[in-house]
């Protein structure tokens, strides 16, 4: 009778823990990893700036707010559904001495992106359109967007970055049709 007790609280602890992580994957934003050397190459091509702000959709474990931060001087801001995911990645930014990034236990559909210079996302198809009305509304003038792996529907990218397991598309607000 007590095992089943301690599995019923153990059921109840983690149900609020694991419902926002499987909305995550559902609402396309799994937790799948970027590769680095593309990360860099990205930034590269977007030409990021020291003290330039950028915000990651979907920050996973946050490795793209550390090269951010670490490699280009940027101030990153990450948003993060799971809260298993969030905790890892406040972790990894507090393990790796991260002074401009912060992480977010946030949807990051709701969050207001005009300050951001560079918009980074591995998103689906989906959430890419429904985030395009957003991006024009929000973003400013000289604003980029990187998306790994998936387009966004109608617009051309300025940049497509092959030789990854995804491509990586680069795109300048300046040139996006609004």
């Not at 474990?61 to 001087?73: P, V, Y």
């Not at 801001?77 to 393990?95: D, R, V």
């Not at 207001?112 to 009305?133: S, T, W």
């Not at 967007?145 to 598309?169: C, K, L, M, Q």
């Amino acid at each position: 009778m007590t095992i089943y007790i301690i599995l019923i609280v153990v059921v109840i602890i983690l149900i609020p823990l694991i419902i926002p992580t499987i909305y995550a994957g559902l609402i396309g934003a799994p937790l799948v990893f970027t590769p680095k050397n593309a990360i860099r190459e990205a930034l590269e091509k977007t030409k990021a700036k020291k003290g330039e702000k950028l915000y990651d959709l979907g920050c996973g474990t946050g490795r793209i707010l550390l090269i951010a931060e670490k490699e280009f001087g940027m101030e990153t801001i990450g948003f993060e559904l799971s809260p298993f995911i969030y905790w890892f990645a406040k972790l990894n930014l507090y393990l790796n001495s991260a002074k401009n990034s912060k992480a977010h236990r946030l949807n990051a559909y709701k969050q207001n992106l005009r300050d951001a210079d560079i918009v980074f996302c591995f998103l689906q198809i989906g959430p890419m359109e429904e985030l395009k009305d957003k991006f024009v509304k929000e973003l400013k003038s000289g604003a980029r967007i990187i998306s790994y792996s998936f387009r966004i529907h109608g617009w051309e990218a300025d940049e497509t970055i092959s030789g990854y397991p995804g491509n990586v598309y680069v795109y300048k607000m300046d040139n996006v049709r609004r």
